[in-house]
C-alpha cells in the first residue's frame, strides 16, 4: 500500500515538492510571521513582551539615525548597480570572444575574489585604505604627490572603500552569471550579422544585450537585494558597527545595533519589516517596468 501510494502518478510530483515547500516554511515563512509579530512588540530578552501596536513604526519614521542608514544602504546600492552590472557584461564578452587568449585564466581570476572570506576582504580593505602613510592606497598617492587622506572618515571617501571592496569581491560573480548568458546566444546570429556587414557595436547592442536581458534582470534583482542588506562589508571595513558620524552604517548595521548591540528586539524587527519592504517594492517595480510579469503572446 505504502509503495503503491509513493509510486503513484498522482503522489509523485507532490513529494518532489514536499522538501521546497517545507524549506520555505520552516525557514522563510515562519521567521517572517515571527518578525511581524514582534515588530508589534516591545521585546527585550528577559523580559515579557508588551504590545504595543505601532508604535515601533511611528518611532520609526521621526528616527533621524535609521533614515541615515536608509540613505546609505540606497547609494551604495546605487553605486554598486552603476559598476557591477555593465562592467562585469563587457568583460564577460570579452572573455567570451574568440580573441580572447588564455580565457580560463582570466575567469578564475576574476572569480577568485568571491572565494575569500568578507571577514578577511574587509581586513585587507581596511588596511589599504587606512590613514598611514604607509597603507597601500595613500602610498600610490603619495607618487603623485598627494597628501595621505583618511578614507574611513569622510562619507564620499568611505563609498570609495565601500565599493572598491564590493567591485573587488563580486565582479567576478556578475561575469560568469552573464558569461552563462552569453552561451545560450547561438553563433548564427552573430554570422547572419556578419554578412549583413553589421559591426561588433552593432552586434553587441542588437543581439548581445536584447538576448542578455533575462541575465541582466536576474543580475539587476539579486544585486538590488545584496546592495540594500550589506552589513558585514561595512562592519569589517570600520571594524565595528559604528563608523564616524555613521557614514558607513546601513540598514542591516542598524538592525544589528538595536537588536544585539541595544537588546531592543521588537524595534529591531520593525527595521527588518522595513528593510524587506522597501526591498520588495524596489524589485517587483524594476520587474514590472522590465516586462517580466507579461503574458507572452
Do not use: H
Request: charged residues 15%.
Amino acid at each position: 500500500m505504502i509503495k503503491r501510494f509513493l509510486y503513484s502518478q498522482k503522489v509523485a510530483p507532490y513529494v518532489f515538492v514536499l522538501p521546497f515547500i517545507l524549506v520555505f516554511l520552516i525557514f522563510w515563512v515562519y521567521p517572517l510571521g515571527s518578525s511581524l509579530s514582534m515588530s508589534f512588540q516591545k521585546l527585550t530578552l528577559g523580559q515579557d513582551a508588551q504590545w504595543v501596536g505601532f508604535d515601533n513604526y511611528t518611532k520609526l519614521m521621526g528616527d533621524k539615525t535609521f533614515f541615515k542608514a536608509v540613505a546609505n544602504s540606497a547609494i551604495y546600492m546605487v553605486l554598486t548597480l552603476v559598476i557591477l552590472i555593465p562592467f562585469p557584461m563587457l568583460f564577460a564578452v570579452l572573455i567570451n570572444s574568440k580573441l580572447m587568449w588564455a580565457r580560463e585564466f582570466f575567469k578564475s581570476s576574476f572569480f577568485f575574489p568571491a572565494l575569500t572570506s568578507v571577514v578577511v576582504a574587509g581586513t585587507i580593505f581596511r588596511l589599504m585604505f587606512g590613514e598611514m602613510e604607509g597603507s597601500m592606497i595613500n602610498s600610490i598617492l603619495g607618487l603623485f604627490g598627494i597628501e595621505p587622506m583618511k578614507f574611513l572618515k569622510g562619507q564620499v571617501t568611505g563609498y570609495i572603500a565601500l565599493v572598491a571592496l564590493a567591485t573587488w569581491r563580486w565582479t567576478g560573480v556578475n561575469m560568469l552569471y552573464f558569461l552563462s548568458g552569453l552561451k545560450n546566444i547561438p553563433d548564427d546570429y552573430y554570422e547572419a550579422a556578419s554578412i549583413d556587414g553589421a559591426s561588433r557595436f552593432q552586434k553587441f547592442t542588437k543581439i548581445t544585450m536584447p538576448l542578455l536581458k533575462p541575465t541582466s534582470i536576474y543580475v539587476l534583482t539579486i544585486s538590488i537585494y545584496a546592495g540594500l542588506a550589506m552589513f558585514i562589508e561595512s562592519m569589517m571595513l570600520w571594524n565595528g558597527n559604528n563608523s564616524p558620524k555613521n557614514i558607513g552604517l546601513t540598514i542591516v548595521g542598524y538592525l544589528y545595533r538595536q537588536g544585539i548591540e541595544k537588546n531592543n528586539l521588537g524595534y529591531a524587527a520593525a527595521v527588518g519589516i522595513v528593510l524587506l519592504a522597501i526591498t520588495m517594492i524596489i524589485n517587483l517595480t524594476q520587474l514590472a517596468f522590465s516586462g517580466m510579469f507579461k503574458k507572452e503572446d
